[in-house]
């Protein structure tokens, strides 16, 4: 396309100039006299002649330069085809694993200005791949020169995939990029919440999300990490507070994010801001692992989570964490018959290990050493998915109870359909 084009600039110069020709000599205006002078000869013309001279000259000179540095700019072109062909090849065969073979054709197609960093980049993939960190170290010195931030990038990836997110931060903090790009900001984001700082990861996400370098499910997945990571991570309670009221609403009722909240305000001994996030998240959307944890809470307010459960119960009559909860808080309150119902209950509708567990705990501080001993066995058998023995003692009509389940219905009166 370009050699044609220089011919069509060609021919309109030519025939502008034709044209100008023409009109000098049908006028006879006066044009002004060019006097030249060099070497002994003398040229004389007009100002209009002198200047189409002068254009012919330098496009005449253009086009010997041309002519002349036209092998050159072949060989560069081919020089720079041969280097994209060695990229594509090469990372075709980094994306089938084909590991060195991929980094020698990487590393031949990095000496091209064009693709250099691109084929260095993928070379570091490549020499990581085989696990050969001096071959990583070589090609890491090579794109330093090339460009600061790919080779930034990639050391930090590699910090981080070696478990070594203070030297990931240590690269991309002495790395003269500001902003970094969205890659970057992913990366300094995981370092910091690797290093314990997920309040200052979290405040990453607005500019992350601007720039849109996450899927949408990953973002949310990363969102909920480090907002729950942030919680837990809280000094005292004002901080805490603080990082909660931060959070936008429908993140208040992730159940991650509700968890971490209740457990770190039980271990700063808020228990009203422990119970109550758990108890408006369950209100809002139920969730069987919030249910369990509401009994696990190392908090008092007995009476009044008790009561909670109960009224949660007749809306979710056959949810094991919720028996396990009431069961829970039964033998807390010295109820041991009725915790054992419970437990049996939760047993029943799947519960599981945990709900063994807390039975064999109920009956060793019961005195009773034997039954616990089976209740524990049963905990590890549950775990590893093995069947479960027995209990002595339990006559069918018990066991009847414990497996029977009253219709769940909703606000409005209709049975609800098991999913």
């Known amino acids: 396309m370009k050699p044609f084009r220089t011919v069509v600039v060609m021919l309109l110069l030519v025939l ?3 044209l100008a020709a023409q009109w000098m000599a049908a006028t006879e205006r006066d044009l002004g006299e060019v006097f030249v002078r060099f070497g002994g000869y003398h040229l004389h013309t007009d100002v209009p002649r002198a200047l189409l001279t002068l254009a012919l000259a330098c496009a005449l000179a253009w ?3 041309r002519l002349l540095t036209l092998p050159f700019r072949a060989w560069g072109r081919h020089r720079r085809k041969q280097a994209r062909a060695r990229l594509i090849d090469g990372l075709d065969a980094l994306h089938a694993g084909h590991w ?3 980094e020698k054709l990487l590393e031949r197609a990095a000496d091209d200005a064009e693709v250099g960093t691109i084929a260095r980049a993928a070379a570091v993939r490549a020499a990581q791949a085989r696990g050969d960190d001096g071959a990583v170290q070589r090609h890491l010195a090579a794109l330093r020169e090339r460009s600061a931030t790919a080779h930034a990038l990639a050391s930090a990836q590699i910090a981080l995939d070696d478990g070594r997110p203070q030297d990931a931060l240590a690269t991309l903090d002495a790395a003269d990029v500001q902003p970094l790009p969205p890659r970057g900001q992913e990366l300094r984001a995981q370092a910091l ?4 700082r997920a309040g200052e990861a979290y405040g990453l996400l607005g500019a992350l999300k601007q720039q849109q370098a ?3 499910p990953a973002f949310d997945a990363l969102e909920t990490r480090l907002a729950a990571q942030s919680l837990h991570e809280a000094a005292d309670p004002n901080v805490l507070a603080e990082r909660w009221e931060t959070l936008t609403k429908p993140l208040r009722q992730q159940p991650p994010v509700v968890a971490a909240y209740a457990e770190r305000a039980a271990a700063l001994r808020w228990e009203d801001a422990a119970t109550r996030s758990i108890e408006q998240a369950l209100d809002a959307r139920w969730d069987e692992s919030l249910a369990a944890l509401y009994g696990r809470l190392p908090v008092g307010k007995l009476d009044s989570r008790r009561a909670s459960a109960q009224l949660w119960l007749q809306a ?4 094991p964490a919720l028996l396990l909860t009431l069961g829970r808080l039964a033998r807390q309150q010295g109820q041991w018959t009725q915790a054992q119902d419970f437990l049996h209950r939760a047993i029943a509708q799947g ?5 063994w567990e807390e039975l064999g705990d109920g009956f060793a501080a019961a005195g009773e050493a034997a039954m616990a001993q089976q209740c524990y066995g049963n905990a590890l058998k549950a775990a590893r998915g093995a069947a479960t023995a027995e209990l002595p003692g339990r006559d069918i009509k018990q066991k009847i109870r414990d497996e029977a389940v009253v219709e769940e219905r909703d606000a409005h009166g209709l049975p609800r359909l098991k999913g």
């Open 316 to 319: 979710h009559p056959a949810s």
């Open 100 to 102: 060195q073979k991929a």
């Open 193 to 196: 919440a690797a290093t314990a």
């Open 63 to 65: 086009l010997a330069w």
């Open 214 to 216: 996450l899927a949408p």
């Open 16 to 18: 502008a100039g034709v």
């Open 351 to 355: 519960a599981g290990g945990e709900a």
